[in-house]
């Protein structure tokens, strides 16, 4: 645990050292999000909050993708190459290198979402539903999108492929929500990202098992991705032998 | 089996595909010893260094550290092995004094050794005024120093440099110099490889040459020196050339030639002829000489008989 803990706080450290984290990762999306929410109520005054809120939560859901790009940063840094080689001459086992990074990004998206949702919350008084199911969502979001950026570091041979390919996963499951018509959506529906929408709308519309059963296969999509894809990728690529 | 014996590495076969990097290796290293590892590109020093650390397993053989078989799962012998790498490996974004602590860290440091073990460290490599500086903002040899410093902070009893000086001033070599040399006083075992003859003939008390995945020679300078035939060779410029300076000097017993190049000689014997004060006596009784200098072999003639390459591959 001593390790773990002392893997977790270098790499907080290291995103201490990057104020641009905070700006890019909390300031940023709270404000695009909040600025949406007053110019959806200036435009309809009097209206459903809930009306506005709903695309604002899709928002929330796809800003914390992005913190996957940290991870796959400190992948990037850390885990290949001579600095692999260097840190896996520790006697650390390499799965506490992994999971030390992971649990500091993992960290940093709750807290983006948390402090997003939170402030929309105080201020415009939405009523979230049952609050552990939605909490569930966005914790289950949040592993996810770890998950499949370990995944994608797996799977990649640069960081700028890496960068490339996770972008392009997050968007085509956000504008496949947002922008094509639902009936030629489905597939975006079934997306870690789709689900997690639909299940927080369902539980704010009282639709409690069915927003249960979306959690269930949220969780069967993240235990795939983190406990079948992720480490035997991760495993294969960083191996210091392979890298001369 | 020596009960000093750091590490033995016999028979060690190491495959990538069909290419083998290790072939049939046998190494052994005692206690106290700084052990120059050269061989030419490919010749298996990496590999054999990733064996030692525990980065990768070898496909046959056996592999002990400490009197006990090193593996990557065996975690407990890494504890008290430091990798110098070739590259720098510290965090550019974390100042001097942070990167000795994450990596001290990593080997179970803490609290006040921790805070000890650093300071002497920061010491040790000439950067304690610059413990709160990123190494981005160091030269080539100050991150190369933090980079061994990043080694050494949880002391281990062996230390493996991999070219540790490649690419810097001269005065960072050798304050790099010095120091491996106060380590090696200190009794640390010492795995030191480079591509420069003279750091390795200064610092080492022992020499492996590996080509082809294998050592094709052991044993102290001298011992080398003594492994290969070669001639030698004087030089001297003669104050009054001569004919008959040049037929007295072929004369000598030993001599195999000389070649006369104005008032330049280069003289010939074979090895072993132990004539140069033969040569400088018959040179003296003809007038005299105004400069004179012996070559004599050196680790990298050694290095070239014995693989038919140059260490480096600009010397090409």
């Known amino acids: ?244 | 089996m020596n009960s000093n014996l750091m590490v033995n590495m016999q028979d060690v076969i190491k495959r990538y595909g069909d290419f083998t990097a290790l072939d049939h290796l046998n190494l052994n290293i005692v206690e106290g010893e700084v052990l120059g590892l050269l061989g030419p590109n490919g010749a298996g020093k990496s590999t054999a260094i990733k064996t030692l650390c525990g980065l990768i397993d070898a496909n046959g053989g056996t592999v002990e550290v400490f009197g006990k078989p090193q593996s990557v799962t065996n975690l407990e012998i890494r504890r008290h092995i430091g990798l110098v790498t070739q590259e720098i490996t510290v965090f550019s974004d974390l100042s001097a004094i942070e990167n000795l602590r994450y990596f001290g860290g990593l080997y179970g440091l803490k609290g006040a050794e921790l805070n000890a073990n650093v300071a002497e460290m920061l010491d040790f490599v000439g950067l304690a005024d610059r413990a709160k500086k990123r190494p981005k903002t160091f030269s080539g040899g100050m991150q190369r120093r933090l980079n061994i410093a990043c080694a050494l902070v949880h002391k281990p009893k062996l230390v493996i440099m991999d070219e540790p000086t490649v690419g810097i001033d001269p005065q960072s070599r050798n304050h790099i110099l010095e120091s491996t040399k106060k380590l090696a006083q200190k009794g640390t075992t010492i795995i030191y490889t480079s591509h420069y003859m003279e750091e390795v003939q200064a610092i080492c008390s022992r020499i492996s040459i590996m080509d082809a995945g294998r050592v094709i020679a052991d044993g102290t300078i001298d011992q080398l020196m003594g492994s290969i035939t070669y001639e030698d060779r004087v030089n001297l410029t003669a104050a009054h050339a001569s004919d008959q300076l040049t037929e007295e000097l072929k004369a000598i017993a030993g001599v195999k030639s000389v070649n006369v190049s104005g008032n330049q000689y280069l003289i010939v014997s074979g090895a072993g002829s132990s004539n140069v004060n033969r040569i400088m006596e018959v040179a003296h009784r003809n007038g005299g000489v105004t400069s004179f200098s012996e070559d004599k072999p050196n680790l990298e003639d050694v290095f070239l008989t014995l693989t038919g390459k140059k260490l480096r591959d600009d010397e090409v």
């Open chain 1, 1 to 244: 645990m001593g390790v773990f803990t002392h893997i977790w706080k270098h790499y907080n450290k290291r995103m201490v050292t990057r104020p641009r984290n905070y700006i890019l990762y909390i300031l940023v999306p709270l404000t695009i999000i909040l600025a949406n929410f007053f110019a959806n109520i200036g435009l309809n005054p009097g209206g459903d909050i809930m009306g506005v809120f709903v695309p604002a939560s899709l928002m929330v859901l796809a800003f914390q993708y992005l913190t996957g790009e940290i991870l796959m940063y400190n992948i990037f840094t850390s885990l290949r190459g001579k600095m692999a080689e260097r840190l896996f001459a520790s006697p650390v086992k390499r799965y506490t290198f992994i999971t030390g990074m992971t649990a500091s990004s993992f960290l940093l998206n709750l807290l983006q979402s948390a402090v997003i949702m939170g402030v929309i919350t105080i201020a415009f008084g939405v009523n979230l539903g049952n609050p552990a199911i939605f909490f569930g969502f966005l914790l289950l979001t949040a592993t996810v999108s770890q998950l499949i950026a370990a995944l994608v570091s797996g799977i990649t041979k640069s960081r700028k492929a890496a960068d490339g390919l996770y972008t392009a996963i997050v968007l085509i499951m956000f504008v496949g929500l947002e922008f094509i018509p639902p009936v030629s959506a489905i597939f975006s529906w079934i997306t870690p990202l789709g689900l997690a929408w639909q299940g927080i709308i369902m539980n704010m519309e009282g639709q409690t098992t069915s927003a249960l059963i979306n959690m269930a296969l949220l969780t069967g999509i993240t235990t795939l991705v983190g406990w079948v894809l992720a480490p035997t990728l991760l495993g294969r690529r960083n191996q210091p032998g392979k890298h001369k």
